[in-house]
């Protein structure tokens, strides 16, 4: 029996199939239709609701895709949905100001902000709110409207934040918190093909016994497999309470993340230290995805689009996959063989990502280049860390998503530059390395053509910006 | 007592008040189709659609889909009890393909199970056997082999020829345009429910009840009035749902009449995106004469439009290109030939400008070209081929401008958005940097309302008044988000005096309001919003004839005011009124009719006066690309747009505000993408991109021109502002040629295409540094 609060309604609910999710559970067995469906693939935000989680300084109220998220991933949680904004009879807050300043026009996607504001609401009471304009833009940058241009919609979101006072639900976070903390671990004595280990022993039996199950970590993209091809997943092992999956530590040398850390904590633990992984995480999926998405998962996936392995790969991260039978630490370069194709055996699973915490004179350049700024996927990322040195290039290690089968390194690229000045010469012989590191596909993001001219440019960009007294390089510096 | 006065001010037209379902948007409370409660034993349909782009089909195997879990009922052509066409103009468009396979996610076959996911899971298992043939995927192609799905119309005035070989100038170009995805946010979807004695009840999002009504009714070979269709609202139609609802409503029908239970088909994103038309993609060819100054003498266009595999619309979206291909500039001699493409794929339709953003791009890519070529701004050219409403004011169709307010809008908002001083600043700043560019541009909108098809300029309104003096309020539009309902429920509570939430309004219903014509060319309010105001009036009028002789009063010494209603020197409240007609047998309903005057159009000349009015605007839009990678920002943008006297600003600026931002999505995210055997790559939200919240610019101004009353006698003289603003958005895409062209200091014509990717920046950018 999985058990969470949906809104403040306790649920003890015998799952029939462990791929049901949360968006089907509330609109076809409860009826709680305010939560829309409209793309079913966590692209457009409609089916947004908000999930409550115990965190350091109390409740943390996130945002998240409904439509590919799996009801058990639930479990010891609250589920708050639209229904349940209104104070009796009284709007919420953010609903009062969507109305106030004609946030919503066919009103199909604005249930889904309204809970991305209640989510930001929540989240600005408790001080971790500083620059409005770019918060609100975060927190918003996973829903679509088709009518409003957004404007009235950001409009509604500073009325909200202008005074976001407390709310029933600070009235009842003590409540909440009880509750939720007296929910006990899902039982595996129970008949079950939805697994939720807590610990990696267990995880690891579980991934041996059961090697048909598919590992469940965010969901954003296994969840597609039901929700677009419909397909059916009969066992799942949920990461998700597994604790040292979540674990991130950092020494002066080494930087350990685990697994199961979200996107979001990612930038929270990282993004002061790399403003340009910050910037790129700003941008990778939107926040809905970023709550849910993993590291472990970007890099589980193998998708040669993926943000986050390039990054790590130019950073000399190596991966821990671990087993019934011990951990094995490879190159996370190595991991990836071709299309979809990894090193992981059937009984690992990832542990964690090691990363050696680079030289202060290391630069960290991350280039995400997408038709759109907000949620798109890369058509080109690249990452490299380079450390120049009276103007030489004395470090280089450089790695391209979007550009070939697998996130890859651009050995023929980092040699041309290494020892070398980083001037215009050079550029243009790195730029010729390229074709030998990659021949890109044209695909529906891009062609061949314009991701091998964008690679190469990129490498001005970066000539650029490490020069000292740079142009403007980047748009979103005006 | 005090009494108030016998004449007062506007009440509630004119005031921005929320849309009449905010509330229950925001609370998920408003229900969409697929909200309603299920009924009984309601079942769920998904459709079979084509694999092959263009071929015979062979064999259709469904034994394994009526075999799958939960499967209810399976239907292909065969299984269609009355018409099988359901082209709303010309036919053209089979429910079910049975012979000829047209294009990739043609439907085939339909199945019904007890669940969404069955059904689903159900249509996947079909064995279809196809011979393919060669098909026909490209717009290019189609123009050389002259593959069209409607002849080609011209409209000529002057004499192009001899004005091209008389010009101080002359340029021959193309550019092309791309189509654009409805995305909707609600999908396509309808409910039917079978009633007695074969009739049916049908829910179903779509712009065109009636359209929806008269399809099932052939396809179930019923007559009309035995079909009910009910839109209470819509999650977005923005044209999509105008023919393409129908479909889904007549596959849901036929279902119901066979297994007699309630069934829903609602198509998944993906299917949407696969099976439904899009914007046409134009290429735009033209050949224009001028003199040294730049202004035009002589054009020759050819618009040519992809259809996809049938009609649809296309024969009235082509022309509405056409009449747009001058946007705001008087073309003294001037050919333009349009041309219906057809390919095999899905079947372009109607979306909000109808064709009209496509010509008029046209003609601002022109109005560049020539800026180039004489080495101004652009700001100029525009200005020196204006209309005007004496010697410069007749349209390629033979239409007078009659009121033209773009030059004062233009003035205005080239002084408000600081142009000159901008234009320096932006020089300056291109200068210093080579990898970040700035561009800017100012453009006009000049947009055509009342649909060119002129019988279709005619609706209906229903309104009663109750005996406690509620108001019910029913007429032929549907609401998509536009706001319609608020609009016209502010219009009949203006004519009662009385707070628009008083009014109540029903969802359009077929049994109603009859015969409508679709939502659409923005006529929306303009038509409902005058019949409804009939009907009102019509009440309003009868009750103060009653009232005058019971009370025994002059007629002028009645009056509906927000106090009550005055008849002589006492005051009743409306419930008093309505209950005292009711009692001496006074009618308190009224249906009412309204045809667009004035209207009329001669295709067979090109000629005549197909709209009653034009729309006005302008937009300034700047931009930033990048060089090195085509990426680019919207800066800032300034709008100033001509609604006439708003019925509510708050409304209109919405769709001013939504309009221009759906704008830049076509011209710049939103790409199309389809592989060589026709099956569509963009087919989801996550490859298919419509502009997010990061897309808006930071700066934005948007203000209606006001203290513009509409010259024609339109419902309280506001003007319709549903498509136009989407046009303004052509100013940001000129903005980024401006940028472009920058880099050679201007002396190179970027010949930008949209949308303008990273990816066709970049492409253009070399093109002009080559």
């Not at chain 1, 604790?243 to 002061?272: K, S």
Request: hydrophobic share 35%.
């Amino acid at each position: 029996m999985i058990q969470f609060l949906l809104n403040n309604t306790p649920i003890s609910y015998q799952m029939e199939r462990p791929d049901l999710t949360v968006l089907d559970y509330l609109r076809e067995y409860r009826y709680l239709r305010g939560t829309k469906e409209g793309c079913a693939s966590g692209d457009c935000g409609a089916c947004t609701a908000v999930l409550v989680e115990q965190g350091e300084h109390g409740l943390e109220y996130r945002n998240f895709n409904s439509c590919i998220t799996f009801l058990g991933s639930l479990h010891g949680k609250q589920l708050i949905t639209v229904e349940h904004l209104k104070d009796n009879d009284r709007l919420h807050p953010v609903q009062q100001a969507m109305v106030d300043q004609h946030g919503s026009q066919c009103g199909f996607c604005t249930p889904g902000f309204v809970m991305s504001l209640f989510s930001l609401y929540k989240t600005s009471q408790t001080g971790q709110i500083t620059n409005h304009e770019e918060n609100i833009r975060e927190y918003l940058s996973g829903n679509l409207c088709r009518c409003t241009g957004y404007f009235p919609i950001v409009r509604a979101a500073e009325q909200s934040l202008a005074d976001p006072g407390p709310d029933q639900f600070n009235n009842a976070s003590r409540e909440v918190s009880d509750i939720l903390a007296k929910i006990d671990d899902l039982s595996e004595s129970e008949p079950t093909n939805f697994h939720a280990p807590t610990g990696v022993r267990e995880l690891a039996r579980l991934r041996n016994d059961r090697p048909n199950a598919r590992l469940l970590a965010g969901g954003t993209d296994l969840a597609l497999e039901v929700t677009q091809q419909h397909r059916d997943l009969h066992e799942i092992i949920y990461l998700g309470r597994v604790q040292e999956l979540r674990a991130f530590n950092r020494t002066e040398t080494r930087i350990e993340i685990g697994a199961m850390v979200t996107l979001d904590r990612l930038d929270i633990e990282l993004g002061d230290d790399f403003p340009e992984l910050r910037a790129l995480l700003k941008r990778f999926g939107s926040r809905q995805i970023r709550n849910l998405g993993t590291v472990g998962g970007n890099i589980a996936n193998a998708s040669p689009i993926a943000d986050i392995t390039p990054v790590l790969i130019a950073m000399n991260a190596t991966c821990v996959l671990e087993s019934f039978e011990g951990q094995r630490e490879i190159p996370l370069e190595n991991y990836f063989h071709g299309y979809r194709q990894t090193e992981i055996r059937d009984n690992e699973f990832i542990r964690c990502v090691n990363i050696p915490v680079p030289a202060n004179n290391m630069h960290l350049k991350i280039c995400k280049i997408s038709k759109r700024l907000d949620d798109d996927i890369s058509a080109v990322c690249l990452a490299a860390l380079i450390n120049v040195e009276d103007g030489k290039t004395i470090h280089i290690r450089m790695a391209f998503g979007g550009m070939a089968a697998i996130p890859k390194r651009a050995i023929h690229c980092e040699k041309t530059l290494l020892d070398q000045p980083l001037e215009p010469r050079v550029i243009e012989q790195a730029k010729a390395a390229l074709d030998r590191d990659f021949q890109p596909i044209s695909d529906v993001r891009a062609s061949a053509t314009y991701r091998m001219d964008v690679a190469k440019n990129l490498l001005d960009r970066i000539c650029l910006e490490l020069s000292g007294n740079s142009p403007v390089t980047r748009i979103d510096q005006l | 007592m005090n009494l108030p006065p016998f004449s007062t001010g506007k009440l509630t037209v004119g005031r921005a008040m929320a849309h009449d379902s905010a509330v229950g948007h925001v609370s998920g409370e408003a229900p969409y189709v697929d909200d309603y409660l299920p009924r009984t034993k309601q079942s769920y349909a998904c459709i079979g659609m084509s694999p092959i782009a263009h071929g015979t089909l062979l064999e259709l195997d469904l034994e394994e889909v009526h075999k799958a879990e939960g499967v209810i009922d399976v239907i292909t052509a065969d299984d269609i009890p009355g018409k099988s066409d359901i082209g709303p103009v010309f036919s053209g468009d089979p429910l079910f393909a049975t012979d000829t396979i047209q294009h990739l996610g043609q439907p085939l076959f339909a199945v019904a199970a007890n669940s969404m996911r069955q059904a689903r899971k159900a249509a996947l298992k079909a064995k279809v056997q196809i011979r393919e043939s060669r098909a026909l995927l490209d717009l290019d192609t189609a123009i050389q082999e002259k593959e069209y799905v409607r002849p080609t119309h011209t409209m000529t005035r002057g004499d192009a020829d001899a004005g091209l070989d008389d010009s101080f100038h002359r340029i021959q170009g193309f550019m092309r345009v791309g189509g654009q995805e409805h995305f909707y946010l609600e999908g396509q979807v309808s409910l039917t429910v079978p009633g007695e004695n074969g009739s049916m009840s049908i829910y179903c999002s779509t712009q065109n009840p009636s359209e929806i009504q008269k399809m099932v009714a052939q396809v179930l070979d019923l007559s009309m009035n035995r079909v009910n269709v009910i839109v209470r609202r819509m999650g977005g139609g923005f044209g999509g749902k105008e023919t393409q609802a129908a479909a889904w409503a007549c596959i849901a029908a036929i279902f119901s009449t066979r297994t007699g239970r309630a069934v829903l088909c609602r198509l998944s994103r993906h299917d949407d995106m696969i099976m439904t038309g899009k914007r046409h993609n134009f290429r735009n060819d033209y050949d224009v004469g001028f003199d040294a100054d730049g202004r035009i003498q002589a054009i020759l266009y050819r618009l040519a439009g992809q259809c996809g595999f049938s009609p649809d619309l296309s024969d009235a979206i082509v022309d509405r290109a056409m009449f747009h291909c001058d946007n705001a500039y008087y073309l003294p001699n001037v050919r333009i030939d349009g041309v219906r493409c057809k390919t095999h794929t899905v079947s372009n339709t109607a979306f909000r400008g109808f064709g009209g953003p496509q010509g008029m791009i046209a003609m601002e890519t022109v109005i560049d070209e020539i800026a180039y070529r004489c080495q101004k701004d652009p700001l100029e050219i525009r200005k020196l081929n204006f209309y005007d409403t004496e010697n410069r004011s007749v349209t390629p169709y033979y239409q007078k401008i009659e009121c033209f307010n773009i030059p004062k809008i233009m003035d205005e908002l080239e002084r408000e958005c600081d142009y000159q001083n901008r234009r320096k600043a932006i020089r300056e700043f291109n200068q210093d940097n080579p990898v970040i560019k700035r561009g800017l541009a100012l453009t006009p909108v000049k947009f055509g309302i009342s649909f060119t098809t002129t019988f279709l300029n005619q609706t209906g309104a229903l309104v009663h008044l109750y005996t406690d003096g509620s108001i019910h309020l029913n007429h032929g539009g549907t609401e998509m988000g536009q706001g319609l309902m608020t609009k016209v429920a502010q219009i009949v509570s203006e004519i009662f005096a009385v707070d628009s939430d008083k009014v109540v309004i029903s969802a359009t219903r077929t049994d109603k309001v009859p015969n409508t014509p679709p939502t659409a060319a923005s006529a929306g309010t303009d038509m409902n919003g005058m019949a409804a105001r009939y009907a009102a009036l019509e009440i309003r009028e009868r009750l103060i004839r009653f009232l005058a002789k019971q009370h025994e009063v002059n007629e002028q010494r009645v009056m509906f005011t927000p106090h009550g209603v005055r008849v002589g020197d006492s005051l009743l409240t409306l419930a008093e009124v309505a209950k005292e007609a009711w009692l001496n047998r006074i009618s308190l309903s009224e249906a009412s009719f309204y045809r667009t005057p004035k209207i009329h159009y001669d295709r067979t000349t090109a000629s005549g006066r197909p709209f009653y009015y034009f729309a006005n605007g302008a937009a300034a839009s700047e931009v930033a690309i990048d060089t090195l990678t085509g990426e680019y920002r919207l800066l800032r943008t300034d709008i100033i747009h001509d609604v006439g006297d708003s019925i509510n600003p708050a409304i209109d600026i919405g769709q001013i505000e939504g309009g221009y931002i759906q704008g830049v999505g076509w011209l710049t995210s939103e790409e199309l993408k389809w592989d060589s055997a026709g099956r569509l790559l963009s087919d989801g939200p996550a490859t298919y991109k419509i502009p997010a919240v990061g897309d808006v610019p930071p700066e934005f101004h948007v203000r209606l021109l006001g203290k513009h009353p509409n010259e024609e006698e339109t419902i309280y003289r506001s003007k319709a502002v549903g498509e136009p603003p989407l046009m303004l958005a052509i100013s940001a895409w000129c903005a980024i040629r401006d940028a472009i062209g920058s880099i050679r200091d201007h002396q190179i014509f970027p010949r930008l295409n949209a949308p303008a990717t990273p990816e066709e920046i970049l492409k253009t950018i070399n093109q002009v540094k080559a």
